[in-house]
């Protein structure tokens, strides 16, 4: 399946609540990992999230009838992918929201695709560079500086905290167009390599967080808060989110189903701002505004062609698995 061959002009009312509830669900994962490491630390909260989701997706596959891959090739391409698009990016996202606010960290991760773009076209050879592209990057690489304040000076933990943030945007950034490279040509359902990638994942986390972190505590030592929140975050934030997710594509068409992009941060901030009383510098809303015209841009929203790589949702066959959030 491919954005050429979804519907263009599907009826609003078919896709738009599933729109609008993925952007919602990504937009929220935020708030729950800032209430997760409040009592976890952030590679054991990683660990138990990547496991519900996991758990959540296996599930959906025998349901499915689906099966995992059986090719060491594409194992060893999603043991990478497993690494830098879900291991490390969670793990960066849970130290970075120690040190600033989930708002913040929802902003952050809506520059993914500034950095999906230079290693696309100069790492993988995937996207070719345009004019209109170059105009997005500018634009959005401004809004980062803008997002930082750099004019204030650097430094101190909240300057560390978006630097993690901006770190684990970078993990996807470099995962989304290898995936896109080394993956997306396998002939196993989105669904198959997507459960193959967080088992990995797992795998990968339950061997380094015992290392890091020590052993994690049982979910029943957890205060019901916490735990509700590590499991609202990986069963429907990293696992069912997905199956929405493919249903956004497969009804209103990849490029439709890409600009959930924009409406995650806003979810972020509104939900952040609601739940935890968090508040924004007034540059920070500002730099996110400008990071996301960059994304426009260089997408191609204003013109007739959008790019096919978006934060989450590739707009290329439905067997690249999606970079979970």
Known sequence: ????????????RSWLPGFVALAAIWGSSFLFIKVGVAELHPVQLALYRVVAGALTLLVVLA????RLPRQPRVWAHLFVVAAFGVAVPFTLFGYGEQRVESMLAGIWNATTPLIVLPLAVLVFRTERLTARRAVGLGLGFLGVLVVLGVWEGIGGAHFTGQLMCFGAA???GFAIPYQKRFVAGSAHSGLSLSTAQLLLAAGQLAIVTPLVAGVPPLPTELSGKA???VLTLGALGT???????????????ASTASTVTYLIPIFAVLIGAVALDERLNWHQPVG?????LGVAVAQGVFGRRRSQT????PAVPAAEP???R
């Open 310 to 313: 978006a934060v989450g949702v």
């Open 322 to 324: 999606v970079i979970q």
């Open 227 to 229: 735990a509700a929140s």
């Open 170 to 172: 970078a993990c996807y």
């Open 63 to 66: 349901v499915l009838r689906d």
């Open 239 to 253: 696992g069912l989110a997905f199956v929405i997710n493919m249903r956004n594509i497969r009804v209103a068409g």
């Open 288 to 292: 996110a505004l400008i990071v996301l």
């Open 1 to 12: 399946m491919t954005a050429d061959t979804t519907p263009d002009k599907a009826p609003l």
